[in-house]
Nanobody, 125 residues
Framework: QVQLVESGGGLVQSGGSLRVSCAVSGRISDHYAIAWFRQAPGKEREGISCLVGLTNRTVFAQSVKGRFTLSRDKAKNTVSMQMNNLQPADTAVYYC??????????????????WGQGTQVTVSS
């Protein structure tokens, strides 16, 4: 049974930083990509970052490029997203997800089969 558990959300002021983490348990190989999505109230869930399990290559959406980074701790089976210069528009529930994508990663919801429960990130102005 694969489980993904997010942690590290919270409340931060505009311009501040937060780090969210995704702990993966269960049998999941390096052929799985890990992605982060977010969903703001009344909006569609959007993919913002992903990491290719086989190569550690990362891809970021334009909305977060240059502000967010991904890192992976293989020993702890954790992928973390460092979020800098946060803005009120970044307020959302953040989800991590895993999908069997080989040497690719995408920001498409349909490509991911395992999902975490989400963690709230709120940025005040």
């Amino acid at each position: 049974q694969v489980q993904l558990v997010e942690s590290g959300g919270g409340l931060v002021q505009s311009g501040g930083s937060l780090r969210v983490s995704c702990a993966v348990s269960g049998r999941i190989s390096d052929h799985y990509a890990i992605a982060w999505f977010r969903q703001a109230p009344g909006k569609e869930r959007e993919g913002i970052s992903c990491l290719v399990g086989l190569t550690n290559r990362t891809v970021f959406a334009q909305s977060v490029k240059g502000r967010f980074t991904l890192s992976r701790d293989k020993a702890k089976n954790t992928v973390s997203m460092q979020m800098n210069n946060l803005q009120p528009a970044d307020t959302a529930v953040y989800y991590c997800a895993a999908g069997l994508l080989g040497r690719l990663c995408t920001h498409r919801r349909a490509d991911y089969v395992y999902w975490g429960q989400g963690t709230q990130v709120t940025v005040s102005s």
